[in-house]
Every structure is written in C-alpha cells, then in structure tokens.
C-alpha cells in the first residue's frame, strides 16, 4: 500500500508542485507525494513550469488544476510550505523570491525527507 506526502502551500500552484515532483523523482519504496492549495489558485503556476524545465524533475510535474488540502484523503504526511496547516510538519523557506534558489532549497527539502522516509512503509 502507498503512503502519501502532501505538500501544501498557499495556492497548491508553486511551491508544492516543485516540491513534489523533486519527491516524487527520488521517492522512497512505498511513497509518492501530491500537492494542494490552502486556497487553491487557478491553474499550475508558470514560474514552477519554467524552473522545472530541463531538470530530471521536469516530467514529474503535476500539471492539473490545485486542488483544496481536503481533495487529497489521508495523507501519511503532510508538509506546510510558508504556511500553516494544523498537524502538518511546517518548512519556512529562506528563499522567498521565486527563482532557481527557491527551486534548490525545495529540491534540497524534498530529497531529505525521502531519505528520512527509506524503510519505513
């Protein structure tokens, strides 16, 4: 059975869609990550298009409509990115503009947690 990581960030369009296409290249045996909006926008964002363009991450991303934190039942994890959802593990990035440092730091996170999660099913 696979477990779910759930990225969240605010409009579920950036920031967790980098996130969990990054986890989702590297994803432990039994894992697989998703993402969602606090208030989800209306559409992938373009800044997450571009700065996945031309990475081993590029064909992982998820590009359907955000969906509400609630469309994603169950999740064995979740991670609140620049935001706060109750219960969730909370990641602060350093970087806040939107750029191929951002892209890193989130790639950096991803990597770490799915190094966190290898055994554990």
Do not use: Y
């Not at 989130?106 to 770490?112: F, I, M, P, Q, T």
């Amino acid at each position: 059975m696979e477990r779910t990581v759930l990225f969240v960030c605010p409009h579920g369009a950036g920031k967790s869609r980098m996130a969990a296409a990054f986890f989702n290249r590297v994803a432990p045996v039994g894992w697989r990550a998703t993402s969602a909006g606090q208030e989800p926008g209306a559409a992938v964002s373009p800044h997450a298009v571009r700065l996945l363009g031309g990475t081993d991450a590029e064909a992982l991303l998820d590009r359907d409509p955000p969906r509400p934190i609630a469309g994603v039942p169950g999740p064995a994890r979740t991670v609140a990115i620049d935001c706060d959802v109750p219960g969730a593990d909370r990641w602060e990035l350093r970087h806040r503009e939107v750029g191929e440092a951002m892209r890193d730091e989130l790639r950096a996170g991803a990597e770490a947690l799915a190094r966190e999660l290898e055994g554990t099913r």
